[in-house]
C-alpha cells in the first residue's frame, strides 16, 4: 500500500498513512478504501485544498491472493471563502444563521468548518433540512460556502388532559415558539430570531399553575444567553392552601463551542393561607408568606451527533 501524486511540503505521505484505517493482512473491503479515500480529502480540506481529489487503484496477485492498494492524490490548489451564501430561509433572519457559522470572508477554506456549520445549524431545531457545500467562486483561488435550509414548524398547540389521585381531572394547555422575535412582534413580525418562548397552563379543581418561560441563545448575536422563567401556582390541600410566585433569571456564556456556563437566580415567594387547626405542626408554623432566595451554576455539554 502506498501514496502517491501528494507534495510531501503539503501532506507529508506519513501523515496520510495515518488516516488510511485498512492495514496489511486484512481482509480486503471495498468501502473501506472508499472511508479512506474521503479521510485523505477531508485532511486535504482542513488545509484548505477545497476541491482534493482521492482515487485508489488495486493490483491483484490471485495466486498469493493478495491486493496492492495505491492511493492517488490530486491536491488541486488552495482555496480562500469569498463569500457565505444563505438560500431558504424565509422566516428566520439571516443574523440567526450567520452567528452559528465559523467561516469568514478572506479565510483559507476549511472542511471542519464547513462540517461543524452544518451541525450548528441543524442543532438550532429550526430546519427541517440543512445542506452546506461549495462552488468555485471568482477567481481561481476563491470559493462560495452555499448553506440551504429547509425550515420546519417551530410554533405549536398542545391541549392535555389528565388524571391523578390528587387532582383528579385536570387539564394542561401548551403555546410554544421556538424561533419567536420578541422585538420583530412590535413590528408585527413574531418569529425568526430564534428566541423560545412558552405559556403553559395547568388547571384542576385544586391546583391552578401558569407559567411563563423565555430563552435567548445569543443575546445581542454573542457568545451569551439569558433566560427567563416565572410562574405562579396556587395548591388547595384539605387542610390548608399555598399560593407561591417564582422567578428563575440565569446568563450564560459560551466558553467552548457547545460547551456553556450558566450563572442562575432564583426568587422564590410562598405563602401559607387558610390553615385548619387539625393541620400539622410544621405547616401552621409556615402560615404567612415564605422568601427563598438561591445562586446557582451549571454548566452543560451538547456532544449530539447528526
Known amino acids: 500500500m502506498n501514496v502517491i501524486g501528494n507534495r510531501e511540503e503539503i501532506i507529508p505521505a506519513s501523515r496520510i498513512m495515518e488516516e488510511i484505517h485498512i492495514k496489511e493482512g486484512q481482509h480486503y473491503s471495498y468501502e473501506e478504501i472508499i472511508r479512506d479515500s ?3 480529502m477531508k485532511l486535504y480540506g482542513d488545509k484548505g485544498y477545497a476541491f482534493a481529489r482521492v482515487e485508489h487503484d488495486e493490483k491483484f496477485d490471485f495466486s498469493g491472493r493478495k491486493v ?3 492511493f492517488k492524490v490530486n491536491e488541486g490548489s488552495l482555496y480562500y471563502i469569498q463569500d457565505v451564501e444563505i438560500i431558504g430561509n424565509d ?9 452559528e457559522i ?4 478572506g479565510e483559507r477554506y476549511s472542511y471542519s468548518k464547513e462540517t461543524a456549520a452544518r451541525l450548528a445549524l441543524t442543532r438550532l431545531g429550526l430546519f427541517k433540512k440543512v445542506t452546506v457545500s461549495k462552488r468555485k467562486g471568482i477567481g481561481p483561488d476563491r470559493v462560495i460556502i452555499v448553506v440551504e435550509v429547509e425550515e420546519t414548524r417551530t410554533g405549536a398547540f398542545e391541549v392535555m388532559l389528565s388524571y391523578s389521585d390528587y387532582d383528579k381531572f385536570g387539564g394542561t394547555v401548551v403555546l410554544r415558539q421556538k424561533n419567536f422575535d420578541i422585538l420583530g412582534m412590535f413590528k408585527g413580525r413574531f418569529t425568526g430570531a430564534a428566541h423560545e418562548v412558552a405559556l403553559q397552563y395547568y388547571g384542576s379543581p385544586l391546583t391552578q399553575d401558569l407559567s411563563f418561560s423565555f430563552y435567548n441563545p445569543r443575546l445581542f448575536d454573542g457568545k451569551n444567553s439569558f433566560s427567563l422563567r416565572v410562574s405562579d401556582r396556587t395548591l388547595t390541600f384539605s387542610e390548608y392552601s399555598e399560593d407561591s410566585q417564582n422567578m428563575y433569571v440565569s446568563l450564560g456564556r459560551e466558553l467552548l463551542r457547545n460547551f456553556n456556563l450558566s450563572l442562575g437566580i432564583s426568587f422564590k415567594d410562598i405563602e401559607t393561607f387558610d390553615v385548619e387547626d387539625t393541620a400539622p405542626v410544621a405547616i401552621q408554623d409556615e402560615v404567612g408568606l415564605s422568601r427563598i432566595r438561591s445562586v446557582s451554576i451549571s454548566g452543560s455539554l451538547d456532544k449530539t451527533l447528526y
Open 38 to 40: 474521503i479521510r485523505i
Open 68 to 70: 496492492h492498494i495505491t
Open 91 to 99: 422566516r428566520t433572519k439571516m443574523q440567526v444563521i450567520l452567528r
Open 102 to 105: 465559523d467561516i469568514a470572508k
